[in-house]
C-alpha cells in the first residue's frame, strides 16, 4: 500500500505541476482524461518497479528539474547537409521564425495545439490511441503523462512520396527547462516519409511520437540525441503497420545523465516489417 500510496503522490504531483491544455475540442477533452485516469489508476515509476529494475526513475517523475547545463560545440548541427525541411523546437516550444515555412511543403502539417481545437480532425482516431494500446502488458506511465499534458507538437498526413525528410531540431538553452512534446504522424497507403530527430530538446525531456503506416507505406525514421552531458530524456515511439508495410527506426544516443528509449510496435496486417535498432556513446 505504502508502495502504491508514493505512486499515485507523484502522479498528482506532476499532474498539478502541469498547466491543465486549453481551448481543445470535446474529443481531445475525452482522449486527457482518459490518459489522467490511465495515470492516477498506474501511479508514476518508482526504482522498485521490474521495469525500471537497475534505473533510478526519480529525476522524470519529481517536480524539480535537475539542473542540465546547455552543451554548447563550434560543430554544424546533425543533418545540416540534407536538403530537409526544418522545424525547431527550442526547450520544448516550437519556434516557427526560426523553422522553413511550413504551409508550402507538400504534406499536411499543423502544431498539435491547433489541430487538437478543431471539432472533426482526423488525428482523432490517432492521439493518445496507440500510447493508450502501448500500456499492455507493461506499462509506460511517463508517455501517459505526455498525452494527457503535452501541448507542443505536430500533427503530420503524408499521402505520397516525400521528396525531402522532415527534420526536427531540438534545441536546449534553459538549464532548467521542462519539455512534453507530442506528434502524431499518418501515412496512407503505398506514402513514404523520413523523419530526422536531432538535439538535446531539453534539461528535462519527454517525447512521445505515434505513427500509423497504413498498407504499402514505409516510414523511416533517424534520430542523434544530443550531446549534453547532464540532461534527461525520456522517449516513447508508438507505431501501428498495415499490410505490407515497413518501419526503419535509428537512434544514437550521446552522452546525457539519462536516457531511456522505448519503442512500440503492432502489426495489423501480414508481410510488414520493422527494424528498429540504436547505439549509445560517450565521452569525457
Known amino acids: ?54 534505473t533510478d526513475p526519480g529525476s522524470f517523475t519529481r517536480i524539480e528539474v535537475p539542473e542540465a547545463s546547455d552543451f554548447r560545440t563550434d560543430k554544424k548541427p546533425p543533418f545540416h547537409k540534407i536538403d530537409s525541411v526544418r522545424a525547431v ?21 499543423e502544431t498539435l495545439t491547433n489541430a487538437l481545437a478543431k471539432d472533426i480532425h482526423w ?4 492521439f493518445g490511441q496507440l500510447e493508450a494500446k502501448g500500456q499492455n502488458p ?14 507542443e507538437g505536430l500533427i503530420i498526413r503524408v499521402t505520397g512520396k516525400l521528396a525531402k525528410p522532415l527534420s526536427l531540431v531540438y534545441l536546449h538553452e534553459n538549464p532548467v527547462s521542462d519539455a512534453m512534446i507530442h506528434h502524431v504522424i499518418k501515412l496512407e497507403p503505398g506514402a513514404e516519409a523520413t523523419l530526422l530527430e536531432s538535439g538535446p530538446g ?12 497504413a498498407e504499402g507505406a514505409s516510414f523511416h525514421h533517424v534520430r542523434l540525441q544530443g550531446r ?5 530524456a525520456a522517449t516513447h515511439l508508438f507505431a ?5 508495410s515497413r518501419l ?14 522505448e519503442c512500440v510496435v503492432e502489426f495489423t496486417g501480414a508481410n510488414a516489417s520493422a527494424h528498429v535498432a540504436g547505439a549509445c556513446v560517450g565521452d569525457g
Open 1 to 54: 500500500m505504502a508502495v502504491l500510496a508514493l505512486k499515485s503522490d507523484l502522479a498528482e504531483g506532476l499532474i498539478a505541476a502541469w498547466p491543465e491544455p486549453k481551448g481543445e475540442a470535446a474529443w481531445a477533452r475525452d482522449t486527457r482524461g482518459k490518459a489522467l485516469a490511465r495515470l492516477r489508476q498506474q501511479g508514476l515509476p518508482i526504482k522498485r518497479d521490474e521495469y525500471w529494475r537497475f
Open 228 to 232: 549534453d552531458r547532464t540532461r534527461r
Open 123 to 126: 488525428a482523432k482516431a490517432l
Open 138 to 151: 507493461v506499462p509506460r506511465p511517463l508517455a501517459v503523462l505526455n498525452t494527457a499534458k503535452a501541448t
Open 248 to 261: 526503419r527506426s535509428f537512434t544514437l544516443t550521446m552522452n546525457g545523465a539519462l536516457t531511456r528509449n
Open 202 to 213: 531539453a534539461a528535462r525531456f519527454n517525447t512521445c511520437v505515434e505513427v500509423d503506416v
Open 89 to 109: 523546437f527550442v526547450d520544448g516550444v516550437y519556434k516557427p521564425e526560426l523553422s522553413d515555412d511550413l504551409s508550402a511543403v507538400g504534406f499536411e502539417i
Open 240 to 244: 501501428r503497420l498495415g499490410q505490407e
